[in-house]
């Protein structure tokens, strides 16, 4: 990408998703395409993509497990370098909220601000304390997409 010189727009971000015919896609704008959270938490995502168990779709009640994962993948890779105690505040925010709060099965009254919104990431600091301190094995947390699990998630 080169400023206007491409087919490209300025300030794409980073995300993972389907093209019109059915494909997989990962983007990387710049500045991003060298940050390695980022690179963890949507290669992980890339991972999701051909799960098998339908209680784990990106939507609904199960939608906060796939964004929770993904950032407890970064958190894992990256820990000494993760900023993931700055989205907590997201958790004491709002602390009456369900666990599987998500983008879009909040209630009609549910304001749309930074707090509900990163809530779904700041859930990884859950599945990190399961896996680094309480010592649940690691594969536990992703296992669940390929086991063709009809139960969401958090049950």
Same mark, same amino acid.
């Given at each position: 990408?080169? !400023?206007?010189?491409?087919?490209? *727009? &300025?300030? @794409?971000?980073?995300?993972?998703?389907?093209?019109?015919?059915?494909?997989?896609?990962?983007?990387?704008?710049?500045?991003?395409? =060298? #940050?390695?959270? +980022?690179?963890?938490? $949507?290669? +992980?995502?890339?991972?999701?993509?051909?799960?098998?168990?339908? !209680?784990?779709?990106?939507? !609904?009640? %199960?939608? @906060?497990?796939? &964004?929770?994962?993904?950032? @407890? +993948?970064?958190?894992?890779?990256?820990?000494?370098?993760?900023?993931?105690?700055?989205?907590?505040?997201?958790? &004491?925010? =709002?602390?009456?909220?369900?666990?599987?709060?998500? +983008?879009?099965? !909040?209630?009609?009254?549910? *304001? =749309?601000? @930074?707090?509900?919104?990163?809530?779904?990431?700041?859930?990884?600091?859950?599945?990190?304390?399961?896996? $680094?301190?309480?010592?649940? #094995?690691?594969?536990?947390?992703? %296992?669940?997409?390929?086991?063709?699990?009809? #139960?969401?998630?958090?049950?």
């Amino acid at each position: 990408h080169h !400023g206007g010189e491409d087919m490209f *727009p &300025e300030g @794409w971000g980073v995300g993972q998703g389907t093209d019109g015919y059915g494909n997989p896609f990962l983007t990387f704008g710049p500045p991003y395409h =060298i #940050d390695l959270g +980022f690179l963890d938490h $949507e290669g +992980f995502h890339v991972f999701q993509y051909s799960a098998n168990s339908p !209680g784990f779709v990106y939507s !609904g009640d %199960s939608q @906060w497990y796939i &964004e929770a994962t993904a950032n @407890w +993948f970064d958190n894992y890779r990256n820990y000494k370098n993760t900023d993931e105690g700055f989205h907590c505040g997201a958790i &004491e925010a =709002i602390p009456h909220q369900a666990l599987w709060h998500s +983008f879009d099965n !909040g209630a009609p009254s549910d *304001p =749309i601000n @930074w707090s509900t919104g990163i809530r779904q990431y700041a859930m990884s600091v859950l599945l990190f304390y399961m896996t $680094e301190i309480a010592k649940i #094995d690691r594969s536990a947390i992703a %296992s669940g997409f390929y086991d063709a699990i009809t #139960d969401l998630p958090q049950m």
